[in-house]
């Protein structure tokens, strides 16, 4: 292999390699700078070079600023998640949105490469995690604007009596500066160096005073999706109380399950606990939740619905796979909450659970600790939209169905002035232009992928033929289906899993009570009361855990 083919090393080895040649530049001694020739400034390039482009950079001080909020969407798959981190393997959003901010001069750090949101009043709704995406996601932060500093006063000249006059210029009529159709298009000129998978959907130029991207938002809204069936089914050829249909989940059940978790409840056994925040309220307000089909969506794979393959109600139907998502609105979330959640209802989907289970589980007296058991996948989640209601009104107040109203002037990208309206949206270089040709990659990997599946499909179904015929005078008994579960987590596939274990006879984890006091320790405190007393009087804060 040759050690100079950085392609192919990965992210932690070229800082490494980094470091390395860092050092050994510090070790060499400078080079002497060469001297000009007689005849030429000194600096000057010499015949059949070029001299290196220096950019210059902006003075700040000859420029306003303004606080604004800005409405983002991304595709999270290749993505460490939204917030920076330093140590991450991959780029994250954050990341991503700082390059473009610095190299746009809409905010001015005193080293680009160090990412250091204080430095512009940043705040964020919400912190996906790694390979979530989100279509509503809001920040606020100052940047720099077009409109004209203030002008100093013009000097006066002593007159013959000795008081002071204005000195008599023209003076020029200045036009009023419009704070939308004159300000710069931060959509346009961020969507133009953001990755094409991450947009600016649009921006507001005032936001209420002391808004927080983070704490004036008072609903958030979130969607999975996953298909029906959620893995390739199998051939199940017994017939009666005994046939299987590995694959396919019971949306009814979900949907009852789903209904159960909607109120004021406890969710500290539906998420993941982390000690360092040492958070002691695990109530949730969730004003909505429930499974929704998507329409127009189905895929076109008809071995799915053969016979002994799905249910005899589906036998023969052309509109499968479908897709749906769980639709769910609260507050707030805990971390990893939502992944959790759906985690129990695709037991429930897969009837190996019933939707009782939620009910249980929110029930802190019968379930102290939580069970054991794997949240879902990452990439099917979605934060679909934040709502930032009027709060100079009644605070938390919601329509009767219980919807919040979201009061943001929000201006589309591209829709600042009609005349931007077209470019901004459609054409060459529009935002739906760029995000067509993100989707038709996908859609054609979507398109062959499944052209090789049915083929496949047609295939196998030949050469099964003859096992079909023996499997139907012997069909699975109840007591081989049991052990030979597959589960399925939001992933591309079942997982196979043995025997399955009910929720209520798996293995209990600690506390979080226990694991709070445990972290505190730890750290030198008597116990988690004694962390908090301190941070108490340091006057931090405990940042309550997001999705």
Not at 152 to 166: F, I, S
Not at 209 to 233: D, G, I, L
Not at 342 to 355: D, H, I, S
Request: net charge neutral.
């Amino acid at each position: 292999m040759d050690p100079a083919n950085y392609n192919s090393w990965t992210k932690l080895g070229l800082v490494e390699r980094v470091r390395q040649l860092e050092a050994e530049l510090q070790r060499r001694p400078a080079a002497p700078e060469p001297e000009p020739t007689h005849g030429d400034p000194a600096g000057a390039s010499t015949p059949g070079t070029t001299r290196p482009k220096v950019r210059r950079k902006m003075d700040p001080s000859k420029y306003s600023t303004r606080f604004i909020a800005l409405k983002l969407a991304y595709l999270g798959k290749n993505y460490g998640g939204f917030e920076f981190q330093a140590e991450g393997h991959q780029p994250s959003i954050e990341e991503e949105l700082w390059i473009a901010l610095t190299k746009a001069c809409l905010i001015f750090p005193e080293n680009e490469k160090i990412v250091d949101f204080n430095i512009c009043e940043y705040s964020k709704c919400g912190r996906t995690d790694k390979g979530v995406s989100a279509f509503g996601q809001v920040i606020s932060i100052r940047v720099r604007s077009n409109r004209p500093l203030p002008k100093e006063p013009k000097p006066t000249v002593e007159g013959a009596a000795g008081q002071d006059t204005e000195q008599q210029e023209p003076e020029e009529e200045e036009k009023p500066f419009d704070p939308i159709a004159d300000e710069i298009p931060y959509p346009m000129v961020l969507n133009r160096l953001l990755p094409p998978d991450i947009r600016i959907l649009a921006w507001c130029p005032s936001p209420p005073p002391n808004f927080s991207a983070r704490f004036s938002c008072r609903e958030r809204q979130y969607r999975y999706f996953f298909t029906q069936p959620v893995f390739s089914p199998e051939p199940s050829y017994g017939t009666g109380t005994g046939t299987t249909h590995p694959g396919w989940l019971d949306i009814d059940a979900m949907r009852d399950a789903a209904k159960r978790f909607e109120g004021d409840q406890d969710f500290r056994n539906l998420c993941k606990i982390d000690p360092a925040k040492l958070i002691t309220n695990w109530s949730r307000t969730i004003f909505e939740s429930d499974i929704v089909e998507v329409r127009d969506a189905a895929s076109a794979l008809p071995y799915v619905t053969a016979a002994g393959f799905a249910p005899s109600a589906l036998v023969g139907t052309s509109s499968f796979p479908k897709v749906y998502y769980f639709h769910v609105r609260g507050s707030a979330f805990l971390w990893h909450q939502i992944r959790h959640m759906v985690a129990v209802l695709f037991l429930v989907g897969l009837r190996l659970e019933k939707p009782s289970i939620v009910s249980e589980l929110l029930d802190v007296n019968k379930y102290p600790r939580k069970p054991g058991y794997t949240m879902a996948d990452e990439v099917p989640l979605v934060l679909w939209d934040c709502l930032f209601p009027d709060l100079t009104q009644a605070d938390d107040a919601v329509t009767p169905q219980n919807t919040h109203v979201d009061t943001m002037h929000w201006i589309r990208a591209g829709a600042e002035t009609p005349s931007r309206m077209r470019a901004g949206s459609f054409g060459p270089f529009g935002t739906l232009d760029g995000m067509w040709r993100v989707w038709r990659g996908h859609k054609m990997d979507e398109l062959l992928s499944g052209q090789l599946l049915q083929s496949m499909a047609k295939q196998a179904a030949g050469e099964d033929a003859e096992a079909q015929k023996t499997m139907e005078k012997k069909p699975m008994s109840n007591k081989k289906a049991a052990l030979s579960v597959r589960l399925y987590d939001g992933g591309n596939t079942g997982r196979p899993a043995g025997k399955y274990v009910p929720i209520e006879k798996r293995d209990v984890l600690e506390s979080p009570d226990e694991l709070n006091d445990k972290y505190a320790r730890r750290k030198g405190f008597v116990d988690a009361a004694d962390m908090r007393a301190r941070w108490k009087e340091g006057k931090d804060v405990v940042m309550q855990g997001d999705e």
